[in-house]
């Protein structure tokens, strides 16, 4: 069956087209919202408001975008809205509060997460959806409203940064 089929399915309340979409859709949009707030509660909540948003909007999506890029846009609002509630509560949380040793592969992710955390949002966001969510720019651009040119350039920035970070954190370590 056609996406469009599903999505048409949705809009006349099939909840069987909805688990259709959940399936399809439900691991891409966890790892990207992963990686944008840190840990998996906070993952899975999204991407669960995520469909509740869908169910709720459905009936809007008009079809001039793709189905997906829709989603992912409806995630990103879900996660900035997210990180926004939780920002004053999250301070120093990520400080050296560990005194046992760990599995390098470990500590090479934490670092990265930790990395990924000094990133402005808009780096972040394009950061995320190019190489975890696996969108082509035109398509991020689209999802967060911003120039192809905007998008390139955040995530020249964010990989320059995040390379930087990383390469002082080894310098340290």
């Known amino acids: 069956m056609k996406e469009k089929e ?11 087209a909805y688990k259709f979409l959940y399936d ?28 509740i948003k ?11 975008a793709k189905f997906s890029t829709y989603l992912f846009q409806i995630l990103i609002n879900t ?16 400080g050296e509060n560990s005194a046992v040793s760990m599995n390098t592969d470990v500590e090479i992710k934490m670092e990265i997460d930790r990395a990924l955390h000094t990133l402005p949002p808009k780096q972040k966001q394009c ?9 082509k720019q035109r398509e991020i651009a689209k999802i967060l409203g911003i120039s192809l040119g905007g998008v390139k ?3 020249f920035l964010a990989k320059s940064k995040l390379r930087s970070y990383l390469n002082e954190s080894i310098m340290r370590g």
């Open 6 to 16: 599903i999505i048409e399915k949705c809009k006349s309340g099939e909840i069987g």
């Open 24 to 51: 399809r859709y439900n691991r891409p949009l966890f790892h990207t919202a992963y990686r944008m707030l840190g840990n998996r509660e906070d993952a899975e909540d999204a991407v669960q408001t995520t469909f």
């Open 54 to 64: 869908l169910y709720k909007g459905i009936k809007r999506f008009k079809f001039k």
């Open 79 to 94: 996660c900035i809205d997210m990180n926004k509630k939780k920002s004053k509560i999250r301070l120093g949380e990520l």
């Open 127 to 135: 950061f995320l959806l190019f190489t975890v969510g696996d969108r």
């Open 153 to 155: 350039s955040n995530i």
